[in-house]
């Protein structure tokens, strides 16, 4: 297996332009980090997810989100994006940790098509009430990662994510913003390996 130093690729989904970062170890249980609408890719190489991931032996994809960083528009809806991304990037089973407006990407795949994904990192995602009779249909294990002084989405929306599911539990991240890896990337960086290892 190789490691992958930090590249930058571009791909094309529905005839519009998709940028991604990775880093990790080819062949590795992969890592689909997605992000929220003030952050891009470049935001998880500059606060070092890229590198943690990889150190621990996992293959990190940062995406640029359509119409974010380097991607552009998108052609298709955000229901249907995210599951044309890993199918044309042939990403098996990812774990996808999914912040604050990428919810509206990450929620219908994993409550639409639970079976391709091995875990779902709820980082004060949009989009739970929305999907909130689905819920239950998530089979992978979940964490929701919320910051403490989270002012945009309430900390009962972790609560709501984590009973409807079967495997599910939370972690707060003391004197975190709505986007706890800015404001504790450490803490954050640890409740995602210790969940990652956690994972069959």
């Known amino acids: 297996m190789s490691m992958l130093q930090n590249q930058s690729h571009q791909v094309e989904i529905a005839g519009a332009a998709v940028h991604y970062l990775t880093e990790g170890l080819a062949g590795s249980r992969p890592v689909v980090l997605l ?7 470049k935001t998880w190489m500059e606060i070092g997810t890229l590198a943690a991931l990889a150190k621990a032996g996992y293959l990190a994809y940062a995406v640029d989100l359509p119409g974010f960083g380097k991607s552009a528009e998108a052609k298709i809806s955000p229901e249907t994006w995210l599951g044309n991304l890993l199918t044309t990037l042939q990403i098996e089973k990812p774990v996808l940790v999914s912040p604050s407006m990428s919810g509206r990407y990450a929620l219908p795949l994993v409550t639409g098509e639970p079976e391709r994904v091995a875990g779902f990192v709820a980082v004060a995602p949009v989009a739970i009430s929305m999907y909130q009779e ?3 249909q998530i089979q992978a294990p979940v964490l929701a990662i919320w910051g403490e002084n989270d002012q945009t989405i309430p900390l009962e929306q972790a609560d709501l994510l984590v009973k409807s599911v079967s495997r599910g539990r939370k972690v707060i991240i003391p004197g975190g913003s709505h986007a706890p890896y800015m404001s ?5 960086h640890k409740a995602l390996l210790d969940f990652l290892a956690g994972l069959d």
């Open 184 to 188: 504790a990337p450490d803490a954050f």
């Open 35 to 41: 992000h929220g609408a003030r952050f891009s890719s």
């Open 134 to 136: 689905r819920l239950a």
